[in-house]
């Protein structure tokens, strides 16, 4: 059921009392909240690239992104707060030598800092993870910043492994 997820996933036992549910325009202020401290944990590790003020959708963007079938928001939601939040966007990929498969791609995840180290984020993954097979998704993919190694940590004790490197070199 993609409405409400309590329970159990994995080895991690979860509060009752929460549910994981879709975005919507009443969750702008709470989504916007959770954006600023991604921004601010990646202009710690890189200031030379992110802004240590700014947002990186307006609120319109945000309602579209809500509302499109193809880029699902879920939140989780603990005594009528949001506190977590994944962006997803399924992707259609293939092309030449590259097979033809869906990906789940997770373009952020983001726990309150409040609440982290509650296995929201676990939750919120598992929650993606079912959704992601549900739509016949062949992978899950996401992008983890090199200056974040926390999330690396957590995304890799999800069980996720590298699937390719980016690399880069300054000019400066």
Sequence with gaps: MLGAC??????????????????????????ND????????????????FN???????????????????????????EGAVIGYAFCAIQENGSGSLRPHRTL???DICVDREARGRHVGSALFGH??????????HNITLHVWACNPGARAFY?????????TSMEMLCE
């Design 128 to 137: 993606v993870k079912a959704f992601a097979r549900g739509q016949g998704c």
């Design 34 to 49: 959770l954006l600023q401290q991604v921004l601010a944990v990646h202009h710690e590790g890189r200031p030379d690239l």
């Design 105 to 107: 791609y997770i373009d």
């Design 156 to 164: 890799e004790a999800l069980g996720l492994v590298p699937q390719y």
């Design 6 to 31: 309590p329970g159990k996933i994995g080895i991690f036992a979860f509060d009752m009392d929460y549910i994981i549910r879709k975005a919507g325009p009443g969750d702008l202020g709470a989504v």
């Design 52 to 78: 240590a003020t700014g947002k990186k959708y307006t609120d319109s963007e945000l309602l579209g992104i809500f509302a499109d079938p193809l880029t699902p928001v879920f939140v989780y939601e603990k």
